[in-house]
C-alpha cells in the first residue's frame, strides 16, 4: 500500500540568502533523509523546493547577473541539485524548484501547482526544539496546507523505531491508521493506537471507587472498534492499543514519553465553513510541548484558504 506518489521536501537553505554555504540543519538533514527514504520505499517522486525570502536585498541578489558570479537563485538551485543527485544514488526521481516569496504560502502554492500529496519540512535550528519545533511555516502548513504535513525533529541518525496514531474513530483517524500501517509495513516500526473517550467523567467524582455508569461498555467498545480496523493489518508485532477517559492531550503526551514515541500521526480538524482553521483542536493543543515529529491529516472536504498562485 503506498499512500504517497508526489512527495515535497521542503528545505530552509537559512534566512541569510548573502551567504549560501550549502549547510542544512539537522532538521532538514532529518527532512532530506525521510523524503529519500519514503519515495525509494513508495517509489514516489520527489521535490526539493527552497523558498527565498522575497526581500529587497533578496531580489537585488536575485537580479545580480555578474558574469562571474552566480546569483542567489541560480546558487540556492545548484545547492538543491546536489540533493537530487542523492536521490538519483538511491533511485529516486528528484527535481529541484527555487521560488520567491513567504515560505508557507509559497510551498502551499507549489503543492496546489504541481499536485503534491505530502509536505516534508523541517524544523529551524535558531534555538530549542519545544519552543521552534512548530515555528511560523511549520504551524501555517499545519492549518491551511490541504495535503498531509510531515515536520521532522532530529533523530541523530537513527531511524524509526516507532508510531503513535490518535485515533478519534472518525474518517480522519481511520486515514491516520491507514498511513501508520503503511509506515509500519514500510520500515518495520512498532505501532501504537491511542483513543480518548472525552465523554465520560475525569476521575471518580463519588470518592468511592465507584466506576462511572457504562464505561467499561464504552472503553469495551472502542477497544473492539480499534481491534476490526487493524485486522487483516499483518504487521510483525502486534500493535498496542490504549483506551483512556479524559483529555486527549495529555495522555497522547504521556504515551509519547513513556514509548519513546518517533512520529505521531494525527488529524486536524477544520471548523465547518470556516476555511483552514485548526485553532483549539487537539493537533494544536500539542504542538508547543510536542518532542517528536508529527504527521498532520486533514479531514475530508477541508477547504484550503491559499489561492493557487
Same mark, same amino acid.
Given at each position: 500500500?503506498?499512500?504517497?506518489?508526489?512527495?515535497?521536501?521542503?528545505?530552509?537553505l537559512g534566512r541569510n540568502v548573502e551567504s549560501l554555504t550549502g549547510y542544512l540543519s539537522p532538521p532538514n538533514l532529518e527532512a532530506v533523509e525521510r523524503a529519500l527514504a519514503l519515495a525509494e520505499q513508495s517509489q514516489a517522486k520527489l521535490s526539493f523546493v527552497s523558498v527565498l525570502d522575497a526581500g529587497d536585498t533578496t531580489r537585488r541578489?536575485?537580479?545580480? =547577473?555578474?558574469?562571474?558570479?552566480?546569483?542567489?537563485?541560480?546558487?540556492?538551485?545548484?545547492?538543491?541539485?546536489?540533493?537530487?543527485?542523492?536521490?538519483?544514488? %538511491?533511485?529516486?526521481?528528484?527535481?529541484?524548484?527555487?521560488?520567491?516569496? *513567504?515560505?508557507?504560502?509559497?510551498?502551499?502554492?507549489?503543492?496546489?501547482? @504541481?499536485?503534491?500529496?505530502? =509536505?516534508? =519540512?523541517?524544523?529551524? @535550528?535558531?534555538?530549542?526544539?519545544?519552543?521552534?519545533? &512548530?515555528?511560523?511555516?511549520?504551524?501555517?502548513?499545519?492549518? *491551511?496546507?490541504?495535503? $498531509? =504535513?510531515?515536520?521532522?525533529?532530529?533523530?541523530?541518525?537513527? $531511524?524509526?523505531?516507532?508510531?503513535?496514531?490518535? @485515533?478519534?474513530?472518525?474518517?480522519?483517524?481511520?486515514?491516520?491508521?491507514?498511513?501508520?500501517?503503511?509506515?509500519? %509495513? /514500510?520500515?518495520?516500526? !512498532?505501532?501504537?493506537?491511542?483513543?480518548?473517550?472525552?465523554?465520560?467523567?475525569?476521575?471518580? $467524582?463519588?470518592? &468511592?471507587?465507584?466506576?462511572? $455508569?457504562?464505561?467499561?461498555?464504552?472503553?469495551?467498545? /472502542? @477497544?473492539?472498534?480499534?481491534?476490526?480496523?487493524?485486522?487483516?493489518?499483518?504487521? %510483525?508485532?502486534?500493535?498496542?492499543?490504549?483506551?483512556?477517559?479524559? &483529555?486527549?492531550?495529555?495522555?497522547? /503526551?504521556?504515551?509519547?514519553?513513556?514509548?519513546?514515541?518517533?512520529?505521531?500521526?494525527?488529524?486536524?480538524?477544520? %471548523?465547518?465553513?470556516?476555511?483552514?482553521?485548526? #485553532?483549539?483542536? #487537539?493537533?494544536?493543543?500539542?504542538?508547543?510541548?510536542?518532542?517528536?515529529?508529527?504527521?498532520?491529516? !486533514?479531514?475530508?472536504?477541508?477547504?484550503?484558504?491559499?489561492?493557487?498562485?
Amino acid at each position: 500500500m503506498n499512500c504517497f506518489h508526489n512527495i515535497l521536501a521542503g528545505i530552509d537553505l537559512g534566512r541569510n540568502v548573502e551567504s549560501l554555504t550549502g549547510y542544512l540543519s539537522p532538521p532538514n538533514l532529518e527532512a532530506v533523509e525521510r523524503a529519500l527514504a519514503l519515495a525509494e520505499q513508495s517509489q514516489a517522486k520527489l521535490s526539493f523546493v527552497s523558498v527565498l525570502d522575497a526581500g529587497d536585498t533578496t531580489r537585488r541578489l536575485v537580479h545580480d =547577473v555578474k558574469a562571474d558570479t552566480l546569483n542567489v537563485f541560480d546558487e540556492a538551485h545548484a545547492l538543491l541539485s546536489q540533493l537530487v543527485q542523492r536521490a538519483a544514488q %538511491r533511485g529516486v526521481s528528484a527535481e529541484a524548484r527555487v521560488v520567491m516569496g *513567504k515560505s508557507w504560502l509559497k510551498l502551499i502554492q507549489e503543492v496546489l501547482k @504541481h499536485q503534491h500529496d505530502l =509536505v516534508i =519540512v523541517g524544523t529551524r @535550528h535558531e534555538g530549542m526544539v519545544d519552543r521552534v519545533l &512548530f515555528g511560523s511555516t511549520a504551524m501555517k502548513l499545519l492549518r *491551511k496546507c490541504p495535503c $498531509p =504535513v510531515w515536520v521532522t525533529k532530529p533523530s541523530n541518525g537513527l $531511524p524509526l523505531s516507532s508510531v503513535l496514531v490518535a @485515533h478519534d474513530l472518525d474518517a480522519v483517524g481511520r486515514h491516520a491508521l491507514d498511513l501508520g500501517i503503511m509506515l509500519t %509495513r /514500510a520500515f518495520d516500526l !512498532k505501532l501504537h493506537v491511542i483513543h480518548a473517550l472525552e465523554q465520560l467523567p475525569i476521575g471518580d $467524582p463519588t470518592g &468511592f471507587g465507584i466506576t462511572p $455508569p457504562g464505561a467499561e461498555a464504552m472503553h469495551a467498545e /472502542a @477497544h473492539e472498534k480499534l481491534l476490526v480496523e487493524l485486522a487483516g493489518a499483518d504487521l %510483525r508485532r502486534t500493535p498496542e492499543i490504549r483506551v483512556i477517559s479524559g &483529555f486527549p492531550e495529555p495522555a497522547i /503526551a504521556d504515551m509519547l514519553r513513556e514509548e519513546s514515541i518517533d512520529l505521531l500521526i494525527m488529524g486536524t480538524l477544520g %471548523r465547518a465553513g470556516i476555511r483552514g482553521v485548526i #485553532t483549539g483542536n #487537539t493537533a494544536e493543543r500539542l504542538l508547543p510541548r510536542l518532542q517528536c515529529s508529527m504527521l498532520a491529516i !486533514k479531514p475530508d472536504g477541508f477547504e484550503c484558504p491559499v489561492d493557487p498562485e
